[in-house]
């Protein structure tokens, strides 16, 4: 890919920042679209879908197939069955056609403010054929996966792309987990190779992936997974090419292998229900989840969602603050914006870095139309004070989109009067890895009222409910609150967890018969709102990063002077949730803050940073029931200073613990 210095002539090719014909103008459009997509969703989807070139059609009728109700037979869901297409087509292919080939694809920024590159159509679309075709020499076929641990370059949505071109399926690891937690992913989807990077600077420390990459490729080896290839991209500023570790047998240089490869790569056309890729995600117990999406449903999905959810259109620039690790990344950075025709930016580095002004200097350099990010970043970014957004024309800003946790009223307010000036609506989108689109959304129509807080109202085909967590029964009012849940199937939905669809049935489809359990809670408010309350099950949310207690607690207790943790999720000013865990050791040895820090970096190694406990708690005992269930709700009355309000614990096998615990905290 080459460096092009004309940004600005690119950057209006399409109608950036004018004002254009509202999608959904009044809430009659909405409401009418939205009960189409409900009482006929194959009619409706199928409609939606040629917006999109498939190179066998689907029939009309007969395409969607689907069983949510594990009484009736196993789960199953189809859409555009029959068709044949090509993601990485949609995404490239149909736009250099219709004439924005020179129109940027992708314009990214590293981590320093003067490294900048764009992309243009017709470059990105070279480049994925030629790692498409490099992958094809590796032996790599149709269905066969490919994980992909790269910093946020360019060359990540490229990789991803050249994936779909093949019909490989790509799992995306972000580059901030562990060789461990790298290791077993690759040994759960069976890759053989590996896309990897020297290094990234993050902020001003480096951070040696390929080393990383090199120790997952030695423990996956001992766990019988063999890597045939790693091909490994040189990122300047990490780390010299020279002083890389190398295995000349297995590894590749990119720029040795990939730019030698012919510019051409016919598609693979594939079957609607063909894999597209796997993200793995945290659920409530066990290792991680290999979420699997499918290549029709999720592309029609996304690219609908992001036309009518963020008013995405050719020419748009959008900036989305998510990496490419993490669903957010995969469905509005890299496939949404670019189904779109639109401009996607990528910031390498941390938004924060150097200063307060970053992100907000690439919105006007860059004439931002949609800005997506979480709250996590807002908290951090409006602790810097008003001054840095108002340093920056920000006039271009026409939505201001957020998801992967709760927003709260302040960052809101922030959000809505600070950076958009009371002009833009917030879009504060609720969604999940599994759903691959958004799902609750308020939204960017003049008519819709937003509140601060809530996710709005369901997108088209999305039927949530809200059940009684006790008795299960579905809550009819419209004031309800409860858990989420929701009734039948959109194109978007996960297919199944990748060799375990026991898990996918039991995990969520068996909580609530016939329903999808989201493990959120949730409120359903007069005017039809939805506000989500905050996950249900031992899933945490720090930093926007999904965390299951499970995972943080088998790391901890993986080392030998644990005997037993327990971990929770506690209120945290910047990062939402934090982790907190009680911690049992081994008789003999004793607490201190060395051994404090053993675990940790123990967390570290195991996991990844973002999965370092915040506080490790001592606990001679922790509090269970006489079956031997630990009472978490006891746990966060104590992390939190509540003990006062503990409840019942009458059922505590040694009541005696709960003061122990209580004198423990802050030692
Ligand atoms: O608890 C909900 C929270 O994030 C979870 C999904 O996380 P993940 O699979 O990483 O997907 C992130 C993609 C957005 C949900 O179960 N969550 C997501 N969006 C919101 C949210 N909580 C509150 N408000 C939201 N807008």
């Not at 994925?128 to 949505?157: C, F, H």
């Not at 996710?455 to 039927?463: E, R």
């Not at 039991?506 to 999808?516: D, E, I, L, M, V």
Request: net charge neutral.
């Amino acid at each position: 890919m080459q460096r092009l210095e004309v940004l600005a002539r690119q950057l209006t090719a399409g109608a950036a920042v004018e004002d254009r014909t509202p999608l959904l103008a009044t809430k009659n459009d909405y409401d009418t679209m939205y009960k189409r997509s409900i009482q006929d969703p194959e009619g409706f989807w199928g409609e939606m879908a040629l917006g999109y070139h498939w190179d066998r059609k689907f029939p009309a009728r007969g395409h969607m197939a689907a069983n949510t109700d594990i009484r009736r037979g196993p789960v199953s869901i189809q859409f555009f069955a029959g068709g044949t297409t090509n993601m990485s087509y949609n995404c490239l292919d149909r736009w250099v056609a219709a004439g924005r080939g020179e129109q940027a694809a992708l314009i990214w920024e590293g981590n320093d403010e003067n490294e900048r590159r764009t992309v243009s159509y017709r470059e990105l679309l070279a480049e994925v054929n030629r790692l498409s075709n490099w992958l094809k020499s590796r032996g790599v076929k149709k269905g066969d996966a490919v994980t992909i641990y790269l910093p946020m370059v360019p060359e990540l949505p490229a990789a991803m792309l050249a994936c779909a071109r093949v019909g490989a399926v790509h799992s995306v690891v972000f580059a901030g987990f562990s060789a461990d937690s790298l290791a077993q992913r690759m040994v759960d989807c069976n890759a053989k190779v590996l896309l990897t990077a020297t290094g990234v600077m993050r902020g001003t420390k480096p951070v040696l992936l390929k080393t990383i990459a090199d120790d997952a490729v030695k423990l996956a080896a001992k766990a019988g997974q063999e890597t045939s290839s790693v091909l490994c991209l040189e990122v300047a500023n990490a780390l010299a090419a020279a002083d890389t570790p190398w295995n000349p047998v297995r590894d590749v240089w990119w720029h040795a292998a990939v730019p030698m490869q012919s510019a051409e790569c016919e598609p693979t056309w594939l079957d609607s229900e063909d894999r597209s890729f796997l993200l793995y995600t945290s659920g409530s117990t066990g290792k991680p989840k290999g979420v699997v999406h499918c290549v029709g449903g999720y592309m029609v999905g996304v690219g609908v969602s992001c036309r009518y959810l963020y008013d995405m259109r050719p020419g748009d620039v959008v900036f989305t603050t998510a990496d490419c690790g993490w669903i957010t990344g995969h469905s509005y950075l890299a496939y949404g914006p670019l189904l779109c025709g639109c401009s996607s930016v990528i910031m390498g580095g941390i938004p924060t870095h150097p200063d307060g002004g970053r992100a907000w200097r690439m919105v006007e350099r860059y004439k931002v139309r949609q800005f997506y990010t979480a709250p996590t970043l807002l908290r951090s970014l409006l602790q810097l004070g008003d001054a840095w957004p108002r340093q920056s024309d920000l006039s271009s800003l026409r939505v201001l989109a957020s998801a992967g946790e709760p927003m709260n009223e302040h960052a809101w307010h922030w959000f809505h009067e600070v950076v958009g000036s009371s002009r833009c609506p917030v879009v504060d989108t609720w969604w999940q890895t599994e759903t691959g689109n958004a799902m609750l959304i308020p939204l960017p129509c003049k008519w819709f009222q937003a509140k601060a807080g809530s996710a709005g109202v369901p997108f088209f085909g999305v039927c949530p409910v809200v059940l009684d967590p006790t008795t299960g029964n579905e809550i009819c009012t419209t004031e309800a609150e409860g858990v989420l849940a929701l009734r039948g199937v959109w194109p978007g939905m996960m297919r199944t967890l990748h060799g375990d669809h026991e898990r996918f049935e039991s995990a969520y489809f068996a909580p609530y018969k016939g329903y999808y359990f989201t493990g959120d809670g949730c409120r359903r408010d007069a005017d039809g709102h939805y506000w989500i309350t905050g996950r249900v099950d031992d899933v945490i949310n720090v930093s926007g990063h999904r965390i299951g207690t499970a995972e943080v607690e088998s790391a901890l207790t993986e080392h030998p002077d644990c005997a037993e943790a327990a971990v929770i999720g506690v209120d945290h000013a910047l990062k939402g949730q934090a982790i907190y865990a009680f911690v049992t050791l081994r008789g003999h040895v004793q607490t201190s803050d060395a051994m404090r820090k053993l675990l940790m970096d123990h967390v570290r190694k195991s996991i990844g940073p973002f999965a370092v406990p915040e506080v490790i708690h001592w606990a001679p005992g922790l509090p269970k029931t006489r079956s031997g269930k630990i009472m978490r709700r006891v746990l966060r009355k104590i992390a939190s200073g509540e003990e006062k309000e503990l409840g019942d614990i009458s059922t505590l096998a040694e009541p005696g613990v709960v003061d122990m615990l209580i004198k423990l905290r802050g030692k």
